[in-house]
């Protein structure tokens, strides 16, 4: 007995402890959550009172109610103890006890008439009491026998605030620590959880929002958002670099910020409003006042001088309520730099209509914007017209029906994609081929704002020399391919670029490999089983691979296979170096030979030389003797000859002066070729000498009746020169006239003298020489007749050469066959001059 009466003491103290926490944790809870924010609002503390009195009245009747649970447990214990003096009463006293048990259960159902849950924690207890609609907050797949879950917040909350209200009971239970929280469900319901320490127990009641509460939670909510909001407001007009103010309806200023205060020069934010400061000039204000009496926002850009300085600010202001507000930002670089922008679109615009480029740019209503002058007379349009700004489709009808586009058999489908160009990204580049033959390159752009720019160029001039250059390639590679010549083209990066046929055929190179452009190093390595010279290879190396100094260097190989080849390495004007190798092998062959016989008949030559001038030498003292024999017979003194003896003497005196004049001739040519004769130099008289060499030749004059005419003034005067042989040179050439010439007939000797020479001319008018006999007149032993009773030696002319070369001179031979020749000397006059000109 003693045992139920225990048990309904605790039940009766539990109950009426909940209850009682309970209507106080709500009454407290109300009023805590609705004195800050709405304490000024009358409607609704009278809602906030009558929810409180209707708790209190709860709270009364449970008073009375627990009142009464005491008095029945008393009254139950003073009738246990006179048990055995009321056994009559144990009925009632049953009964008194079911009803307790009644009014325990009401007081259980007023305490949870609304949905909620109460978690305790006893003090220094870890396992907490749950108690209450474990339902409404159970998750979906949890048991009835685990509300234990509900303290896994994470099931039933989303992350943030699972933890913030994990870390409130944590709080909570370590130091007593109230809290009061308005979270969301993780299923959208709005809950509202209370904790506190209540009895050295902490507490923990979750319930669902509804109805007054859950309007108080949310008016709560964002009250505290709207202060949050307000607040960083003011800290970011607060911080703003940007003047920021804010007046009321009679023009006071109720706000501003530090940049304001600083632009108006004042000592601080308290200062500027109590001074009432003004940003703008009066002028400015009163078009703010304006726009803004007529309910409209003003916006424009100013200059405000600020700091002494006149910078450019866009101001905006708008009306809010009874007052207005405004800002002004400070727009002074970016008005700098659209002047700076303006300035260069200017010059571009300027440079554009200087370009040789037809340029046209349409904006992004596709209306022509800018176009330079080039443009207009490519397309020959007119000024006007291109001055109003038509659109695209306009200027490309109109080249339409000029016939200056090419023509297409749909013009719409072709004009639809050109404008396709205005919703591109890259530029488009395309040929146009007009029907007046003219070839247009189009470079479509996109422009970053909107529109397109039209680059055009007349290439017809460019496609032709295009063709042109192609033609002249495809003939030079034909060229290049067809010579019996070996070419090959090195880069400046000494790399094959280019060979023809023939340079693979020669070295016995794989055309393939050559294609792959190999360098000369390899080329080498190739090349070198047929001509190894590491020598001749680093020089043409060098001629590949040099940079400066890049001159022609002429070759000559002589490979292993008997070939021999001409090589020649030359610079081309971009950096490359061009190989040519020619096979010389005939040509070596053939020169060798000739140089061998030239070599023989040089030989030969001075063989002749040699033997002409020795037997000259042999042939000389004897006869010297006889001449001097026959000088001394016809002295009288040795006695008298008869006429046959003196005849026959007068023939050897003759015959032995021609002898020794020809052998003297013979050495002096052989002397002159051997280059020992010395001129002995001195003044020459001109005429005295042309009248001795006429005086040597009178008895040959008279026996064939020839006339001898002498052209040259008395007074021609003197030259320097080797006397006896200009009077050795005319006497031959006269000697050689009167042999050719026939009997009664006329010679000429002619004389003139010019500012550096002195010309001598013999003229015969014998049968003439003819062109095949010409060339070989001045050769040694060379004798021709042409038809005349001349005999000679053939040394006259040549030794006539000879002398007048050695002067520095040249002799000039004109003759017509039936008409006669005419042989001319020219001496110079200053022979010293000659000699250090040859020098």
């Known amino acids: 007995m003693s045992g139920v009466i225990g048990t309904m003491r605790r039940t009766l103290l539990s109950c009426t402890s909940l209850a009682r926490n309970g209507v106080l944790a709500a009454a407290a809870t109300a009023f805590a959550s609705v004195t800050p924010a709405y304490a000024g609002d009358s409607s609704l503390l009278d809602t906030i009172a009558g929810y409180f009195g209707l708790y209190r ?74 108690a209450g609609d474990t339902a409404l907050l159970m998750p979906p797949d949890a048991q009835p026998h685990q509300p234990q879950r509900i303290l896994a917040f994470g099931t039933w909350l989303p992350p943030e605030p699972a933890l913030q209200i994990d870390h409130a009971v944590d709080a909570l239970r370590e130091s007593g620590e109230g809290f009061l929280l308005n979270l969301t469900t993780s299923n959208g319901r709005s809950i509202e959880a209370m904790g506190r320490a209540i009895g050295g127990q902490a507490i923990v009641r979750i319930r669902e929002l509804g109805g007054v509460r859950r309007e108080l939670a949310e008016s709560n909510l964002r009250y505290k958002t709207l202060l949050e909001e307000t607040e960083l407001l003011r800290d970011f007009a607060a911080a703003a670099p940007w ?75 708008l009306r809010l309520g009874s ?181 693979a055929k020669m070295w016995k190179l794989s055309a393939e490999a050559l294609r792959e452009q190999p360098h000369i190093e390899t080329v080498e390595g190739w090349c070198r089983p047929l001509f190894d010279d590491a020598d001749t290879w680093r020089t043409i190396r060098e001629a590949v691979t040099r940079i400066e100094n890049r001159v022609e260097v002429p070759l000559k190989l002589e490979r292993k296979d008997g070939s021999v080849l001409d090589c020649m390495t030359m610079p081309l004007p971009d950096g490359a170096t061009m190989l040519t190798f020619q096979d010389i092998t005939d040509t070596e062959n053939v020169e060798r030979a000739l140089r061998e016989r030239a070599e023989a008949l040089e030989a030969a030559g001075q063989i002749k030389i040699d033997f002409v001038h020795h037997v000259s030498y042999e042939l000389r003292s004897p006869l010297t003797t006889i001449i001097g024999f026959a000088h001394l017979l016809t002295d009288p003194a040795t006695g008298p000859l008869t006429p046959k003896q003196a005849e026959y003497l007068n023939y050897i005196t003759t015959s032995t002066n021609s002898l020794f004049a020809l052998i003297n001739n013979i050495l002096d040519l052989a002397t002159i070729d051997a280059g020992a004769m010395t001129l002995e130099l001195g003044p020459v008289d001109i005429r005295k000498t042309i009248d001795t060499a006429a005086e040597g030749i009178q008895d040959r004059l008279a026996r ?57 001319a013999v003229t015969d008018s014998g049968p003439g020489i003819p062109p095949e006999v010409k060339e070989k007149v001045f050769d040694w032993f060379e004798s021709h007749s042409n038809g005349s009773q001349h005999r000679g030696a053939g040394l006259g002319l040549p030794l006539v050469k000879s002398f007048v070369e050695l002067h520095g001179g040249n002799v000039n031979l004109d003759s017509i066959v039936g008409r006669g020749t005419t042989v001319t000397c020219d001496f110079p006059i200053d022979q010293a001059a000659h000699r250090n000109a040859a020098e």
């Open 243 to 317: 003047p920021i103010w804010a007046r009321s309806a009679q023009g006071q200023l109720r706000y501003a910020n530090a940049a304001y205060a600083k632009a108006t020069e004042a000592t601080g934010v308290a200062d500027a409003i109590h001074r009432n400061l003004e940003l703008l000039e009066s002028d400015q204000r009163d078009d703010v006042a304006r726009a803004l009496n007529d309910n409209s926002a003003f916006t424009a850009r100013l200059p405000i001088v600020v700091g002494g300085e006149r910078r450019v600010y866009d101001v905006h202001a």
């Open 704 to 760: 064939d009746r020839i006339e001898l005419k002498i052209d040259a003034d008395p007074n021609i005067g003197s030259f320097i020169a080797d006397g006896s042989r200009v009077l050795q040179v005319l006497y031959n050439l006269l000697a050689n006239a009167v042999g050719f010439s026939p009997k009664d007939s006329t010679i000429t000797l002619s004389a003139k003298r010019t500012e550096y020479n002195v010309v001598f």
């Open 323 to 503: 007052g207005n507000a405004g800002i002004a930002i400070d727009a002074s670089e970016a008005t700098a730099l659209r002047a700076a922008v303006v300035r260069m679109a200017e010059a571009h615009r300027r440079t554009l209509d200087q370009l040789s480029s037809g340029v046209a740019v349409f904006d992004g209503q596709r209306r022509l914007a800018f176009y330079n002058d080039s443009y207009r007379r490519l397309w020959d349009l007119d000024r006007a017209f291109l001055d109003g700004n038509p659109d695209d489709s306009s200027v490309l009808d109109r080249l339409r029906a000029a016939r200056k586009l090419p023509e297409q058999p749909d013009f719409r489908a072709w004009k639809a994609k050109l404008h396709e160009a205005y919703r591109a990204v890259d530029p488009e580049k395309d040929t146009w081929y007009l029907p007046d033959g003219r070839a247009v390159s189009v470079v479509t752009t996109p422009n970053p704002e909107g529109g397109v720019t039209y680059l055009f160029d007349d290439v017809t001039e460019s496609l032709q020399l295009a063709r042109r250059f192609d033609g002249l390639i495809r003939v030079q590679r034909e060229t290049l391919d067809n010579l019996t010549e070996a070419v090959a083209v090195f880069g400046s990066n000494g790399r094959a670029q280019l060979f023809n046929p023939a340079f």
């Open 57 to 130: 009245q709860e709270f009364a009747v449970l008073t009375t109610a627990l009142a009464l649970v005491g008095f029945s447990v008393m009254a139950a214990i003073l009738l246990m103890r006179t048990r055995l003096r009321a056994g009559r009463s144990e009925a009632r006293l049953r009964a008194d006890i079911g009803e307790l048990q009644v009014q325990a259960d009401r007081f259980r159902a007023l305490l949870f008439a609304e949905p909620q849950i109460l978690i305790s924690w006893p003090a220094g207890g870890h396992r907490p009491e749950i």
